[in-house]
């Protein structure tokens, strides 16, 4: 099996700032693809950030320059630094990967349960 557990997240006011970690754990053979997904209430989950194993990162337009994706100092880990937040930032993140398991011949994508980020005053 394979464990996706996300950190971070709360309330914080516009413009400030919040850091989200993730850390993938199981049997873990590889991993194509790390990032963050959001959700916010009547709307559709949306990529926010993505990391290649090769560090080829990508954002959404919406939170370019302000959002940042990086490799974690442990194996297996992703963290979104989220500067200059603003209320539309609001949402559910959900930590997503492309694992391949060792148990397996091909990848698949793998979720965490989502943390909440609210921005608001």
């Known amino acids: 099996q394979v464990q996706l557990v996300e950190s971070g997240g709360g309330l914080v006011q516009p413009g400030g700032s919040l850091r989200l970690s993730c850390a993938a754990s199981?049997?873990?053979?590889?991993?194509?693809?790390m990032g963050w997904y959001r959700q916010a209430p009547g709307k559709q989950r949306e990529l926010v950030a993505s990391?290649?194993?090769?560090?080829?990162?990508n954002y959404a337009d919406s939170v370019k320059g302000r959002f940042t994706i990086s490799r974690g100092n442990a194996k297996n880990t992703v963290s979104l630094q989220m500067n200059s937040l603003k209320p539309e930032d609001t949402a559910v993140y959900y930590c997503?990967?492309?694992?391949?398991?060792?148990?397996?011949?091909?990848?698949?994508?793998?979720w965490g349960q989502g943390t909440q980020v609210t921005v608001s005053s």
């Open positions: 990391l290649t194993s090769g560090d080829i990162a």
């Open positions: 199981g049997s873990i053979r590889s991993i194509n693809v």
């Open positions: 997503n990967a492309d694992v391949r398991p060792w148990y397996d011949t091909t990848s698949r994508a793998y």
